[in-house]
């Protein structure tokens, strides 16, 4: 049996005694998007209706509303390390504890969890920016060349491939930031550098496993396309990659 199976076994196994529990905390992590949209679409009736001039409001809608959502973001982002609080430490207990998804929301938890996910963020920008640049060039180009090719089927074709392509790179890029959240969870008196050095020390020649792990996991993704198997899937990801996180941090601690 492959590493990548184990886990996918051991995952299932939690699962099977915490179904309910991994689902009320999925639905926890989505109340924060829901907030932030309902937030930003008052935000841009009340533009509409304030302006009446269309392109001028179009324009506030722009200004106004992004960067609303994206500080509401980053207020709430605390929300999805405590998700996989719950999930890390059930890796080793065997239970969900529902309490973990809200552990960051004391005050100096909030911080520290706000502080490490900000530099997160601010070190995948440029990465992002990069991996996404063929699909915005595509969009920019597409959009001087008129509606006809815009519309037409090759161009939906080619936007798709590139939207894939990108967000493919973007998650390899991203593996190399794999255990910030677990060590975080691990080690609560490191400074948010010291959680990315340690990462960088575990993840070291071990990304590949993780990308074995994904991988496996593309048949369960296609299934998304569907809502049902995504209250499953989404769930059974997140234990695995939790447990594949356990698994390798205790690799590169018995290394040392």
């Given at each position: 049996?492959?590493?990548?199976?184990?886990?996918?076994?051991?995952?299932?196994?939690?699962?099977?005694h915490?179904?309910?529990?991994?689902i009320?905390?999925?639905?926890?992590?989505?109340?924060?998007?829901?907030?932030?949209?309902?937030?930003?679409?008052?935000?841009?009736f009340?533009?509409?209706n304030?302006?009446?001039?269309?392109?001028?409001?179009?324009?506030?809608?722009?200004?106004?509303?992004?960067?609303i959502?994206?500080?509401?973001?980053?207020?709430?982002?605390?929300?999805?390390?405590?998700?996989?609080?719950?999930?890390?430490?059930?890796?080793?207990?065997?239970?969900?504890?529902?309490?973990?998804?809200?552990?960051?929301f004391?005050?100096?938890?909030?911080?520290?969890?706000?502080?490490?996910?900000?530099?997160?963020?601010?070190?995948?920008?440029?990465?992002?920016?990069?991996?996404?640049?063929?699909?915005?060039?595509?969009?920019?180009?597409?959009s001087?060349?008129?509606?006809?090719?815009?519309?037409?089927?090759?161009?939906?074709?080619?936007?798709?491939?590139l939207?894939?392509?990108?967000?493919?790179?973007?998650?390899?890029?991203?593996?190399?930031y794999?255990?910030?959240?677990?060590?975080?969870?691990?080690n609560?008196?490191?400074?948010?550098?010291?959680?990315?050095?340690?990462?960088?020390?575990?993840?070291?020649?071990?990304?590949?496993?993780v990308?074995?792990?994904?991988?496996?996991?593309?048949?369960w993704?296609?299934?998304c396309?569907?809502?049902?198997?995504?209250?499953?899937?989404?769930?059974?990801?997140?234990?695995?990659?939790?447990?594949?996180?356990k698994?390798?941090?205790?690799?590169?601690?018995?290394?040392?």
């Open positions: 049996m492959s590493a990548e199976a184990i886990i996918k076994s051991q995952a299932r196994n939690i699962l099977k915490n179904f309910v529990k991994a009320i905390a999925l639905a926890i992590l989505t109340l924060p998007l829901t907030i932030i949209d309902g937030t930003t679409t008052i935000t841009s009340a533009v509409i304030l302006v009446s001039d269309e392109a001028t409001a179009n324009i506030l809608v722009y200004v106004i509303g992004y960067p959502e994206i500080i509401m973001g980053f207020l709430f982002s605390p929300i999805i390390n405590g998700y996989i609080r719950a999930f890390y430490r059930a890796a080793y207990s065997n239970t969900i504890d529902l309490r973990d998804v809200f552990y960051y004391n005050v100096s938890r909030y911080i520290h969890a706000l502080s490490l996910n900000i530099r997160l963020a601010i070190r995948m920008l440029l990465p992002v920016l990069l991996c996404y640049l063929p699909l915005i060039t595509f969009d920019i180009i597409s001087h060349i008129g509606a006809d090719f815009t519309e037409s089927t090759l161009s939906h074709n080619l936007r798709f491939l939207t894939v392509l990108s967000t493919v790179l973007v998650v390899l890029w991203s593996i190399r794999f255990t910030v959240f677990t060590v975080s969870i691990d609560e008196q490191l400074t948010p550098q010291q959680v990315f050095a340690y990462n960088k020390y575990i993840m070291q020649n071990r990304s590949g496993n990308i074995k792990l994904l991988v496996s996991f593309i048949p993704m296609l299934l396309l569907l809502v049902l198997p995504m209250l499953y899937v989404i769930p059974y990801m997140t234990q695995s990659l939790c447990i594949s996180a698994w390798t941090t205790k690799a590169a601690i018995e290394v040392n």
